[in-house]
């Protein structure tokens, strides 16, 4: 604020002292006037005063934003690491835990699919989590009550290819066309259907849901990445660059 007002200040005659003890109220309706004036004709003239206090502005949010993100990570590392239901991949002892809020009708989702798996296989020490998280209507829905419903019958590694097949699908998501997918994939789809409004499936997506609402996840793609938020789509070499900053 400096900036904005010492001008005005020194245009209206006033001291170093006065302009100290500075108060607009005992400011005549003249005097008002004048400072506002003054205050109007230095931006004008100087209007990169404005985009020096946005920037600013835009680095304390940003910070008091990574600053908030860190204590939400702390706060949930169990339910983010360690949930018991999550389908993990990558190296189960690796150095760095990254998981994936996704949605897979979401096109930043299916963008970032094939980059996480380069990076997790071009890198070999990551341990890889994923979190079933449909926000983007009843399709997103279906499809992760197909992939939970996969994953609960018939197991983790059917769970990846039903994973990597629905981040691709294209048209409709419709009974129809899942069980076409089921069917392409190898699996009886009846089952599966029929499991896919079952109570543990449903508990698993409300449970996603409650956590993705404490960490104030409301898009996808949404990574953590060991203690770091990550809200949005980051490129392949993005994520390894960050990557490396967190072995130091």
Not at 105 to 131: P, T
Request: aromatic fraction near 6%; glycine fraction near 6%; include cysteine.
């Amino acid at each position: 604020m400096k900036h904005l007002f010492a001008p005005a200040l020194v245009a209206l005659g006033l001291s170093a002292t006065s302009a100290m003890a500075f108060d607009i109220d005992s400011m005549s309706e003249e005097e008002r006037g004048a400072f506002r004036d003054e205050i109007r004709a230095y931006l004008l003239e100087n209007p990169e005063v404005i985009m020096e206090a946005v920037a600013i502005l835009q680095a304390r949010q940003e910070q008091t934003q990574e600053q908030d993100d860190l204590a939400l990570v702390a706060a949930n590392t169990e339910r983010l690491f360690n949930d018991g239901y999550s389908w993990e991949g990558g190296n189960p002892a690796g150095d760095i835990t990254l998981v994936e809020f996704v949605d897979y009708r979401c096109g930043y989702c299916r963008k970032a699919h094939d980059e996480v798996a380069e990076l997790i296989k071009s890198d070999g020490n990551i341990r890889f989590i994923v979190k079933e998280y449909p926000i983007l209507g009843e399709a997103s829905e279906l499809s992760s009550r197909f992939a939970i419903a996969v994953k609960q019958k018939l197991g983790n590694e059917s769970y990846k290819l039903a994973h990597d097949a629905l981040i691709k699908m294209r048209g409709d998501v419709t009974e129809r066309s899942l069980t076409r997918l089921s069917k392409g994939l190898g699996f009886d789809a009846a089952p599966l259907l029929a499991h896919m409004n079952s109570d543990e499936v449903t508990e698993e997506i409300m449970t996603t849901r409650l956590l993705a609402r404490d960490m104030r996840i409301t898009g996808t793609p949404s990574f953590v990445m060991q203690d770091e938020m990550l809200r949005g789509y980051v490129p392949l070499e993005g994520m390894r660059s960050i990557v490396a900053d967190k072995r130091g």
